[in-house]
């Protein structure tokens, strides 16, 4: 196996290249401190449609095909379209894809969807399947408090370990590294983005059932791929210019950190959290964001630009994930975390 | 044997998560619970003056006391459902906690709640949406601590 490092990580030696990125994101997000950064905001959550999956549907689909225009690419040059979100039977992803007529996988990996259909779609292009792939994820904060959680109008307090599921959609599309369309920004030849390492994580369940506590039932997973990563790269946390893990909120940045801390690895200067970058304390979140969206909005929304503009070189991405279905609460189960990492660059060949 | 094996596994498994469990704590901030007490003793007992008054109101009309006890049931349940339909219930539970959600009025949102969602903007909602009261429901959820008084002249 020549492309794999170590245990768990994989090199992509033709440098399958992000070509084009869009983020969408809903109302609530628009009003926080990442909402220059996107591509789009919602007026309403509705997004016009009648119920909350159609309008879910709708956003990954606008993303998608933002993305594309931004690529530059033709719909009918694109091979394969991955996607997921948090739905049963990925609704929002399935019904999006049902208009575009392109051959459509759709990926489940609870909030890590965009590292994995990140993983996979550069593991197509380096193969040499396809030349064009679109990957997106999306949530929406009304779908997900419908299925894992209480209905919208059902009065409760939220504990300060709960997080928000952020209403939000990225999307973005790889490509096989063929030179020749270099943008150009004010005056400058903007960066061209590479994906080149990918890390598939492995599920870490530390027996917590309280879905109230996402964070926290996350991090090790999170903790544990940073981990296998740096020593099959033999990499250090400051080669990167930023780690970004998906959604572990305000509480499980703190305790990624602290573990992080305890083998010796200081990430204090890199680190940051999607989840904790894409609400203000001031807007009662509690403990964050989460969803499949929060991780792809702010990977397409800010880091992608600012990779772009040349302001960050190496960047990791920590997609986290919790897989717990909407009956294995019920059942007594505890909440199995994963994460997958992907590293990009602007330095390629 | 094996099932020994398994058990001490098991007990091995209970302790770790313990012990995790323990170490989360530390990174949780705790709720309030003196102001979230305090919220809800207020709006619960305000509620109750109420229902106090109306089943009185009723007595002097005439009703006797079961009778009146039951018109306040009524009353109460369906402001609780009127509420919830408007969308204000659950800013007001968010605010007062089990105040609300004690009384009838939780049982009255926890069954009106799960109907809306599976009727979610369709007819009412959708008249609702466009109306006066979505500017209501607007600056209610704008505004925190929700405002008691303007739900009071809603209701």
Redesign the interface.
């Known amino acids: 196996m020549k492309n794999k490092l170590g245990k768990q990580t994989i090199i992509f030696p033709k440098l399958p290249r992000i070509v084009g990125a869009c983020s969408i994101v809903g109302e609530k997000e628009g009003k926080g401190p990442m909402a220059k950064w996107f591509d789009m905001i919602l007026e309403d959550d509705t997004f016009g449609e009648k119920t909350w999956e159609k309008s879910e549907s709708k956003m990954l689909k606008q993303a998608i095909l933002m993305a594309l225009q931004k690529s530059g690419r033709d719909k009918n040059e694109i091979d394969t379209v991955l996607s997921g979100d948090l739905l049963n039977q990925l609704m929002s992803s399935s019904f999006m894809a049902r208009d575009l007529s392109i051959p459509f996988l759709g990926l489940y990996g609870a909030c890590s969807t965009m590292a994995e259909s990140l993983i996979l779609g550069s593991v197509l292009i380096d193969g040499e399947y396809a030349s064009n792939i679109m990957v997106g994820s999306s949530s929406h904060y009304c779908t997900a408090e419908r299925q894992f959680r209480m209905p919208l109008e059902h009065g409760n307090q939220r504990p300060p370990s709960a997080q928000w599921t952020a209403t939000a959609a990225g999307a973005m599309i790889l490509s096989a590294n063929d030179k020749g369309d270099h943008a150009v920004t004010e005056g400058q030849v903007v960066k061209e983005v590479y994906v080149t390492h990918a890390t598939i994580g492995k599920i870490i369940d530390t027996g917590i059932k309280d879905s109230n506590q996402m964070g926290a039932a996350m991090a090790p997973a999170a903790v544990d791929t940073i981990i296998n990563h740096l020593s099959d790269t033999g990499r250090k946390p400051d080669y990167y210019d930023i780690i970004l893990t998906g959604d572990l909120g305000l509480i499980g940045k703190d305790i990624a950190i602290d573990l992080l801390d305890g083998i010796q690895l200081d990430v204090k200067n890199v680190y940051d959290d999607c989840g904790a970058m894409i609400f203000d304390k001031k807007q009662d979140t509690h403990s964050g964001g989460s969803g499949c969206g929060c991780s792809a909005s702010v990977f397409a929304g800010y880091i992608y630009k600012q990779m772009r503009a040349g302001k960050i070189k190496n960047a990791l991405l920590i997609s986290t994930g919790a897989l717990l279905s909407t009956i294995s609460p019920q059942q007594g189960e505890s909440i199995p975390g994963i994460a997958h990492a992907v590293a990009i660059t602007t330095e390629g060949k | 044997m094996e099932n020994q094996q398994k058990k001490e596994n098991k007990d091995q498994?209970?302790k770790?998560?313990k012990k995790?469990?323990k170490?989360?704590k530390q990174?949780?901030?705790?709720?309030n619970y003196f102001m979230?007490c305090l919220k809800a003793f207020f709006v619960g007992g305000i509620i109750c003056i109420g229902a106090l008054y109306l089943q009185n109101y009723f007595m002097d009309k005439g009703f006797d006391e079961k009778e009146a006890g039951g018109l306040v049931t009524v009353i109460l349940v369906c402001s609780a459902q009127l509420l919830?339909?408007f969308?204000v219930?659950?800013s007001?539970?968010?605010f007062s906690?089990a105040g609300?959600?004690v009384p009838i009025t939780?049982f009255a949102?926890?069954m009106?709640?799960?109907a809306?969602?599976f009727k979610?903007?369709d007819r009412f909602l959708a008249l609702v949406q466009n109306s006066s009261v979505s500017q209501v429901r607007f600056w209610f959820a704008e505004s925190?601590p929700p405002r008691l008084s303007v739900l009071f002249t809603i209701s």
């Open positions: 498994k209970k770790t998560t995790y469990e170490y989360v990174f949780t901030p705790k709720p979230n919830t339909g969308g219930f659950d007001l539970a968010k906690g609300v959600i939780g949102n926890s009106v709640a799960p809306i969602e979610k903007r925190q």
